[in-house]
């Protein structure tokens, strides 16, 4: 049974490029959740994704888009990149139906803005 | 909003000692779950062990277990028999139930980095 799987592994970028990073959930799930980890710090929830559409944000601009493609895997896209996007990107699943909270996750992406 | 607040940013234990690591969270909603996950160095985040708020009972996982105090908002993660594999960076973690608009809006503390010396 694959878990969640990421790519690429490790990404570096310079300031105002654009980046995609991909996700592609566990076996039977069909939510995906991304999240920015700065270095030394907490997982910050950017948003998820069901049924193809974004179902939560959090706090993060216009910048943070995402999708999500009909097999349930799931692109996060970031425009004009800055300095301060550098983190690990992790991206979770979980199952919607009945009350299954848990989130899965990946081994991430680790971004690197120079 | 909820916060979730994680006061120690290292713990240290000795193999085969007990650790316990803190957690309190702040909420105004009845429904939500509590997670405790690990992140060793190689990032990969790993559930540990889960808690739904409606049950009283502690959760238990093997040498993991919680104490899981409602009214004082309080989710401590007590580690027994410490190996050196325990070693990694423990996120508590809070998302709200599915009867709420945030649901799947998890929101994780600082981290505590558990330390574990022979």
């Known amino acids: 049974d694959a878990g969640v799987t990421q790519s690429p592994t490790h990404l570096i970028k310079t300031r105002g490029q654009q980046v995609t990073l991909r996700c592609s959930p566990k076996?039977?799930?069909?939510?995906v959740s991304w999240y920015q980890q700065a270095l030394g710090q907490g997982p910050q929830f950017i948003f998820q994704?069901?049924?193809?559409?974004?179902?939560q944000r959090g706090n993060f601009p216009d910048r943070f888009s995402g999708h999500q493609f009909p097999n349930y895997s799931s692109e996060l896209n970031v425009n004009a990149l800055l300095l301060g996007d550098s983190a690990l990107y992790l991206c979770a699943s979980s199952p919607r139906t009945g009350r299954e909270e848990t989130q899965y996750f990946g081994p991430g992406t680790r971004l690197l803005v120079l | 909003a909820q916060t979730v607040t994680q006061s120690q940013p290292e713990m240290s234990v000795q193999e085969a000692e007990t650790v316990t690591l803190s957690c309190t969270y702040d909420t105004s909603e009845s429904d939500y779950y509590l997670f405790w996950y690990k992140q060793p160095p190689s990032r990969q985040m790993i559930l540990v062990i889960r808690q739904e708020a409606y049950k009283q009972q502690n959760a238990t996982e093997n040498r993991f277990s919680v104490n899981f105090q409602k009214a004082a908002k309080s989710f401590s993660l007590k580690i027994s028999d410490s190996q050196l594999g325990d070693a990694a960076m423990y996120f508590c973690a809070y998302s709200p139930g599915v009867t709420t608009d945030s649901w799947g809006k998890f929101q994780f503390g600082a981290g505590t980095q558990v330390v574990v010396t022979p």
């Open positions: 994704y069901y049924e193809e559409e974004e179902r």
């Open positions: 076996s039977g799930h069909d939510t």
